[in-house]
Nanobody, 123 residues
Framework: QVQLVESGGGLVQAGDSLRLSCAAS????????MAWFRQAPGLEREFVAG????????NYADSAKGRFTISRDNAKNTVYLQMNSLKPEDTATYYC????????????????WGKGTLVTVSS
């Protein structure tokens, strides 16, 4: 059974940085496009950042551009989300998701999901 396990969340202050990790198991990781989504209380899940299976293409939500960086290490079956200059509005549960190949980062296109890691940014 495929598993995606997120880690790295926590409570930080505005302006701080965090690096989230998502470790994949039982997955042909190098063949999977990976993405990060987030969901704040009372709001819908939204796309944050994605990277294609070959690592060539990345995409970011406008809210993440210039502050967040997605990367992947195929040797470690892990995708990362480096988050800098965090804001209180970044507070959410962050989810890792995967789909085989493809360039769409729509949540409906994702096949596998992790259980999430909570990021709380205080002002």
């Amino acid at each position: 059974q495929v598993q995606l396990v997120e880690s790295g969340g926590g409570l930080v202050q505005a302006g701080d940085s965090l690096r989230l990790s998502c470790a994949a198991s039982r997955l042909g990781f190098s063949s999977y496009t990976m993405a990060w989504f987030r969901q704040a209380p009372g709001l819908e899940r939204e796309f944050v950042a994605g990277v294609t299976w070959n690592g060539i293409n990345t995409n970011y939500a406008d809210s993440a551009k210039g502050r967040f960086t997605i990367s992947r290490d195929n040797a470690k079956n892990t995708v990362y989300l480096q988050m800098n200059s965090l804001k209180p509005e970044d507070t959410a549960t962050y989810y890792c998701a995967a789909r085989a190949y493809g360039v769409s980062f729509s949540p409906n296109a994702m096949t596998f999901w992790g259980k999430g890691t909570l990021v709380t940014v205080s002002s």
